[in-house]
């Protein structure tokens, strides 16, 4: 009888342990990443590893608030790379950034030190397993240009975003949300 107890403990214990690694792993599997705040990008390492030029915000007809950064471009000494945020309440629901490229005839490319930007942005995003799709989506839609903006680009699902990418004059944007 005592035999009996301890296998039949055993099992419960196996089952309840089995059972809590399935709950845990489920909802994240699942999930959308947590939603994100400003105060999250500015403690981000995306932000860290970056020479902060000058940041601005301003309310949008929609809603929200456009959170823009402009950063020192370690490509291009005598430019700053942007970055905007949009944010309904406190949560980030949109990302973009953009590059300047030397002329309309010399749009910006992806760099090495852009592909990084690229991964550190997906990662505080929470979708840094998706950094090298973003990367190579960006690289395959650099040359398309829209002299509209990116109002005017094609939207892609990749995963959990609706993402973005096209040259406009000498600028090279994508953003996601």
């Known amino acids: 009888m005592k035999r009996i107890n301890i296998v039949l403990g055993v099992f419960i214990i196996t089952f309840n342990v089995t059972f809590a690694v399935i709950l845990s792993i ?8 947590k939603p994100k705040t400003i105060a ?3 403690a981000s390492a995306f932000f860290k590893k970056q020479i902060l ?3 601005d915000a301003w309310d949008l007809r ?3 608030r456009n959170n823009y950064y402009a950063f020192k471009d370690f490509d291009d000494s005598s430019s700053a790379f942007g970055v905007e945020l949009t944010t ?3 949560d980030v629901v949109a990302i ?3 590059w300047n ?9 992806i760099t090495p030190k852009r592909m990084e930007h690229l991964t550190d ?6 979708i840094g397993k998706q950094a090298n799709q973003i990367i190579d989506y960006a690289k395959s839609q650099q040359s398309k240009r829209y002299r509209g903006g990116s109002s005017q680009a094609p939207r892609k699902t990749l995963g959990q975003i609706t993402i973005h990418c096209g040259t406009t004059g000498e600028t090279l944007w994508l953003g996601w949300k």
């Open 26 to 33: 489920l909802p994240a599997a699942g999930a959308a990443p």
């Open 40 to 42: 999250d990008f500015e």
């Open 53 to 55: 030029v000058s940041k």
């Open 62 to 64: 929609t809603g929200g």
């Open 88 to 90: 309904k309440g406190q």
């Open 96 to 98: 973009s950034i953009h």
């Open 101 to 109: 490229g030397k002329s309309i005839d010399q749009p910006a490319k």
């Open 121 to 126: 942005l997906a990662l505080f995003w929470g």
